[in-house]
């Protein structure tokens, strides 16, 4: 049974920096594509981060491209989500989420941690 479980969460000011970390177990996770997702208050989820867990491809949102950096650590099973220069805006529960591949959409998800950004 894949578990995702997301820590680092909490309050910054506007222009500082957290580190989200994703401990995923239950399986091998060769071949998964591994995201960071987020959602805002009456908002709805969005697209934030992705690595492939092979060969560490990533993809960003534009909206977080040059402030936010996805990464793994093989060894430890772990994803996490450096989020620098962080804004107002970027306050949302984020939700690490895994799928076995691109092509499918993400199946297994985190319970979600609280980034608030204050100004």
């Known amino acids: 049974q894949v578990q995702l479980v997301e820590s680092g969460r909490g309050l910054v000011q506007a222009g500082g920096s957290l580190r989200l970390s994703c401990a995923a177990s239950?399986?091998?996770?060769?071949?998964?594509?591994m995201g960071w997702f987020r959602q805002a208050p009456a908002e709805e989820r969005e697209f934030v981060a992705s690595i492939t867990w092979n060969i560490g491809r990533t993809s960003y949102a534009d909206s977080v491209k040059g402030r936010f950096s996805i990464s793994r650590d093989n060894a430890k099973n772990t994803v996490y989500l450096q989020m620098n220069s962080l804004k107002p805006e970027d306050t949302a529960v984020y939700y690490c989420a895994a799928t076995e591949s691109n092509l499918r959409p993400y199946n297994y998800w985190g319970q979600g941690t609280q980034v608030t950004v204050s100004s």
């Open positions: 239950g399986r091998t996770f060769s071949g998964f594509v």
